[in-house]
């Protein structure tokens, strides 16, 4: 226990040398701070994109050509009949669906404007979690009556229609004309990985076929039912696809598991080299403290040998110096902690809507352990080389 008169005796220590002590607790506090800070970031921005990438389409599974030639026979694409054989065939298959994407032009106002026509299979929408902002999504009747209707995109919606409800109005695309019921947008961003851009018009599959030379899907999606099915469901899929057509075609099956691991390992190497980083300058400042620590016992040579001539134990000594080094690195950490909570608080609001500032408050506490921990450890050689001092010694030091 120790004695609230050493306390006092810290406490005053540290006040007289108010600069001294000030650099000692930046040192800390920045290390500290760099902790929290890299904690908090790696956590957030990897919940952050985690969830951009799971936007994309709940347990999505995508295939593709993959042609050798510039020039692939027409038999080595992906048809409607595929994407029956995998629904019936491939076990763990929620639904599927499919697209096949042109570029056409449209007139926007005085200009022609380049978008794609993105004709898509019944289900696209639920698979690729598609939010209609305005009117409605195709429905039954839309894909069996081959009707010239098209959803387009938020951006399109406001280059083509900017002042006006794009609902109900027509757009030409090419040599057809559509009426659009409804204006959609993604869920969240697809990294590239996506059929759909900034300006694209979706229509029924259907209605893409006059601008195409046959009846093909560019893009076949699948969904797992649960996300430990996805890589089985991915297997099976190119095993489908492969016995369907002939042996030279070649199918690139591919699922988001691998961009979402690559992201976390990412993250998680990232967070560690800023870890270590943010330890190394934790342990400068505790180099810092002992080096002032030692400066100061050096300087009060003379005090410590009057306290001990007046009865000071040498344990009292040694507590005495341990407890303002503990105190220098403890206000360190609790300053380095608020900066690294308050920063990316003030920083929020001018982040991306759905990113959420998360802390692991566990962190924080290591944090506040570890600076600590490291006043007793750098501060217990300058202590104890105090302790250590003789008081006839002490006295005659100048």
């Known amino acids: 226990m120790i004695h609230p008169g050493i306390t006092l005796e810290a406490i005053r220590a540290i006040r007289a040398n108010k600069l001294r002590s000030l650099l000692s607790t930046l040192g800390v506090a920045i290390g500290c701070a760099c902790v929290v800070l890299v904690v908090t970031v790696s956590l957030s921005a990897n919940t952050y994109i985690t969830g951009l990438i799971e936007s994309i389409g709940s347990n999505l599974v995508y295939a593709e050509l993959s042609p050798a030639s510039l020039r692939p026979p027409l038999t080595d694409f992906i048809t409607p009949a595929d994407m029956q054989a995998v629904q019936q065939t491939v076990p763990h298959v929620a639904r599927v669906a499919g697209s096949h994407a042109v570029p056409v032009t449209v007139n926007a106002g005085k200009a022609e404007l380049a978008v794609t026509l993105l004709g898509v299979t019944y289900g696209y929408q639920e698979i690729r979690r598609l939010i209609v902002a305005r009117g409605r999504y195709f429905d039954p009747g839309d894909v069996e009556l081959h009707s010239k209707v098209c959803v387009i995109t938020e951006e399109l919606a406001m280059r083509v229609f900017p002042h006006d409800d794009p609902e109900g109005k027509t757009i030409r695309a090419g040599e057809s004309t559509f009426t659009v019921i409804g204006v959609f947008r993604e869920r969240g961003t697809t990294f590239g990985e996506s059929d759909i851009h900034s300006f694209t018009i979706l229509v029924p599959f259907s209605m893409v076929r006059p601008f195409t030379v046959a009846d093909i899907l560019l893009v076949l999606y699948a969904q797992a039912d649960t996300a430990e099915n996805v890589p089985l469901v991915t297997q099976e899929m190119s095993q489908v696809l492969q016995s369907r057509h002939r042996v030279g075609a070649k199918y690139n099956v591919q699922n988001l598991r ?9 993250s998680l190497a990232l967070s560690i080299i800023l870890i270590v980083i943010g330890l190394i ?4 400042g505790g180099v810092n403290i002992m080096n002032i620590m030692l400066v100061t016992v050096t300087e009060r040579t ?3 040998g009057i ?17 303002e080094a503990v105190l220098i690195s403890s ?16 920083a929020e609001p001018f982040l991306p809507g759905n990113f959420n500032v998360r802390f692991a408050w566990l962190s924080v506490l290591i944090a506040f352990l570890v600076s600590s921990s490291i ?6 050689l300058p202590a104890k080389q105090a302790a250590r001092l003789q008081p006839t010694e002490a006295l005659r030091h100048e």
């Open 258 to 266: 691998s961009l979402l691991d690559a992201a976390r390992k990412v």
């Open 307 to 323: 306290r001990k001539a007046v009865g000071a134990r040498g344990v009292d000594i040694r507590q005495q110096f341990i407890l």
């Open 331 to 346: 206000v360190g950490a609790v300053a380095g902690i608020l900066v690294g909570i308050g920063l990316p608080l003030l």
């Open 375 to 380: 006043g007793i450890l750098f501060g217990y």
């Open 281 to 284: 300058t934790l342990t400068i």
């Open 302 to 304: 003379r005090e410590i």
